[in-house]
């Protein structure tokens, strides 16, 4: 089983930068898909981004596209995501979270939950 805790949390103004990291203990984590969830107040938890085992496909949701960077570090049990732009609607705690997949990245699915760490954007 791979235990995750995700760091790097803060408070930012609005059109700053944030980089989280999620670091995972258990040797499995170089053979599962890692993701970044998102919970704001009062919302449900939504999907934010994704990484294959390799590293080699990331999957963004819409409203982080281009603006949000997700990548790993198996060497290192590591999965980071750089926020630039960063909106107060990007106002969340920001989990990770990993789910064993084959073929397209799932958005769903996903279990081993970390803490979270908490991103406030101002505005």
């Known amino acids: 089983q791979v235990q995750l805790v995700e760091s790097g949390g803060g408070l930012v103004q609005a059109g700053g930068s944030l980089r989280l990291s999620c670091a995972a203990s258990?040797?499995?984590?170089?053979?599962?898909?890692t993701a970044w969830f998102r919970q704001a107040p009062g919302k449900e938890r939504e999907f934010v981004a994704a990484?294959?085992?390799?590293?080699?496909?990331?999957k963004y949701a819409d409203s982080v596209k281009g603006r949000f960077t997700i990548s790993r570090d198996n060497a290192k049990n590591t999965v980071s995501l750089q926020m630039n732009s960063l909106k107060p609607e990007d106002t969340a705690v920001y989990y990770c979270?990993?789910?064993?997949?084959?073929?397209?990245?799932?958005?769903?699915?996903?279990?081993?939950w970390g803490q979270g760490t908490q991103v406030t954007v101002s505005s």
């Open positions: 990484i294959t085992p390799s590293g080699d496909s990331t």
């Open positions: 979270s990993v789910r064993v997949a084959i073929g397209p990245i799932p958005t769903t699915g996903y279990g081993n």
């Open positions: 258990g040797r499995a984590f170089s053979i599962v898909v």
